[in-house]
């Protein structure tokens, strides 16, 4: 008796082992996935897309061995594409319009695409432009990522930004610390991106690549400026070939990441994606795969970009195209489909699940009516720069329409012959706007939190100050050279306390003063140029209103901050935020810190 008992104690020991093991191996066996997304590259920025002068090898490479979408839409700019990347949703519900102005501050309560992949066991990080908040509670080490190095805003020299970035040896922040890395942006980007991508290859990862690169001030390495000389060039602006050069860099490091792959052998189970966020910014008169407009249009060269997708062991795989029309708000439903990943949305989501486009020879697929449109202002503006999609047709601004079949660069408006396509795609306007005003977008705002222990002291700035019309605040070369503005922060106070805030022209970390003079050619980061001698500034008082604060103090000579005191009880609060010259004019304070004692 007492020997079959320990033989039936074998027997469940051992098929616990066999249950625990084959677990361990599904888990193994969950596909690691890797985005790839780079900033202003347009379709036509590359060798494999039929451009006959920009060298990309290894992309080119990739897309022969990759799942290719021809009809693959964004947004029409940088933070827009990524909040919809991330949700699922369409920009426009999640108050990802624009790219400053409190309106690229993806909402709180936005399921997103790390915190699913988080819930069913990955681990995620991100690399380069985050774009979707600077401030508790939206970076993305808020929002499910577990391994963070970010630039700040959108961009490198932008207001949220390391102060004197300049894309080499710069100061980025990791995991919410700054840390200066040395070397080129991208370069940096993709080599801590590998270090993390050894570190979990043996459990399931979601790596998210997010250059700044190829955005202006298009500043590269002389190694990649040399390989575009501009007599060879003869034609081509000098900053197309700088941009160029951009995208080979990224190119070459694109290879590293494959090899990476390879060498660690994962590359089978790794879902590889490679696609932009916007048309092209710089490329647009070289070449633009025979596509209208670029970067903001609303026409398909400012919104139909790579996809290139790659899964040997999910057999997606050998140069297969798909030309049905699909959009970046797709891919979180996608993934959750393809991998069986858990989740149930809260909110109904605007993207559809792929998969069967991926894995079926002829899948039944509705044509579908797709909408794209170019905001950019403090609140969204019904019928601006918008345009309808479907596979075959083209609505844009109402007033034109194009037959995609045989007019791909949207020469030939023929909405006089076919005003019933017009009609049909107009009264899908309509419903999808009503479903914002349903959703009451515009009295919506993301609210930064301040006197939490996520984020204290909050270093907030004009990026994201609402303004009425658009200001150079929102930039560093802002408060080098300051324009007269005015504006509001949305801020919420999380706990009643004793708070400071402290108003700046220039960060802490740049030890200047607010009425620092800079000399006349002093590099302006986004600009591409010298900026003009700044102006003495002769600022004399800064004034602070939020909450039961309204006050105005002296600035005292040589001061680098103004700081306010008070008892500031919890709450959702408009701050404005002032600093006043010597003639009454008003500016804003582009930097103001708020700490909780």
């Known amino acids: 008796m007492e020997k079959r008992s320990w033989l039936l104690i074998f027997v469940i020991l051992g098929n616990i082992g066999l249950f625990f093991g084959q677990n361990k191996l599904a888990l193994k066996q969950k596909p690691n996935v890797i985005i790839v997304i780079t900033d202003d590259q347009g379709k036509g920025d590359l060798a494999c897309e039929g451009n006959p002068y920009i060298k990309t090898p290894n992309i080119d490479a990739f897309y022969s061995q990759a799942v290719r979408f021809t009809n693959y839409h964004v947004s029409t700019t940088c933070a827009p594409t990524r909040g919809s990347l991330m949700s699922g949703r369409h920009c426009n519900r999640v108050n990802v319009f624009h790219t ?15 915190q699913i992949f988080a819930q069913n066991g990955y681990t995620n990080a991100m690399f380069g432009k985050w774009h979707l908040g600077d401030n508790y509670p939206y970076r993305p080490e808020d929002r499910g990522f577990h391994e963070v190095l970010r630039l700040g805003g959108g961009g490198i020299g932008q207001g949220p930004d390391y102060w004197g970035n300049d894309y080499f040896d710069d ?3 990791h995991n919410g610390v700054t840390e200066k890395y040395n070397g080129y942006c991208t370069d940096v980007f993709f080599s801590e991106a590998l270090g993390f991508i050894e570190k979990n290859k043996d459990n399931p990862f979601f790596c998210y690549i997010s250059t700044n690169a190829p955005h202006s001030p298009y500043n590269v390495p002389e190694k990649y400026i040399d390989m575009y000389p501009v007599d060879e060039y003869q034609g081509i602006h000098p900053r197309a070939l700088r941009f160029y050069g951009m995208i080979t860099n990224i190119d070459e490091n694109f290879k590293k990441l494959e090899d990476k792959l390879d060498d660690l052998g994962i590359a089978d189970n790794t879902i590889l994606i490679y696609t932009s966020d916007n048309g092209t910014a710089a490329g647009r008169s070289v070449y633009n795969a025979g596509l209208r407009g670029g970067k903001g249009s609303q026409y398909d060269g400012g919104h139909r970009v790579p996809l290139y997708i790659r899964w040997p062991d999910g ?24 991998l069986g990943l858990d989740f149930n949305p809260i909110k109904e989501l605007d993207g559809k699940s792929l998969k069967p486009l991926l894995v079926n020879e002829n899948p039944e697929w509705e044509n579908r009516i797709l909408y794209m449109d170019t905001q950019r202002e ?9 345009t309808v999609m479907d596979d075959n047709w083209r609505l844009v601004d109402g007033n034109k329409l194009y037959d995609m079949r045989i007019d791909l660069g949207q020469e030939n408006n023929v909405i006089k012959d076919y005003p019933e396509v017009a009609s049909r795609m107009s009264v899908g306007y309509e419903k999808w706007w009503k479903s914002f005003v349903d959703e009451e977008v515009n009295q919506k705002y993301a609210y930064i939190k301040v006197g939490s222990e996520k984020e204290n002291p909050s270093r907030i700035s004009a990026h994201d100050m609402i303004v009425g019309k658009y200001a150079s605040s929102w930039h560093q070369d802002g408060a080098r050279v300051p324009e007269q503005s005015s504006g509001k922060w949305k801020i919420e106070f999380v706990e009643d306390g004793e708070y400071t805030i402290s108003l700046r022209r220039f960060p802490r ?8 003079t800079f000399p006349a050619q002093e590099k302006a980061i986004i600009l591409d140029k010298t900026s003009p001698a700044s102006v003495k500034s002769d600022m004399k008082k800064a004034f602070l209103y939020v909450a039961n604060i309204s006050k105005t103090l002296d600035i005292k000579k040589g001061a680098d901050e103004v700081t306010f005191k008070g008892k500031i009880p919890a709450g959702k609060y408009d701050m404005e935020a002032q600093l006043i010259d010597e003639l009454g004019r008003v500016y804003p304070a582009n930097y103001v810190y708020i700490e909780k004692k």
């Open 171 to 173: 100061t980025y922040w």
């Open 509 to 516: 970390e740049s030890n200047l003063a607010i009425n620092a």
């Open 315 to 338: 057999q997606l795989t050998g140069g297969k195209d798909i030309d049905h029309l699909v959009a970046h708000y797709d891919l979180l439903p996608t993934f959750v489909d393809l």
């Open 378 to 386: 403090q609140n969204l503006i019904k019928y601006r720069k918008y």
């Open 100 to 114: 400053i102005n409190g309106r690229s501050i993806l909402f709180e309560d936005e399921v997103i695409l790390p």
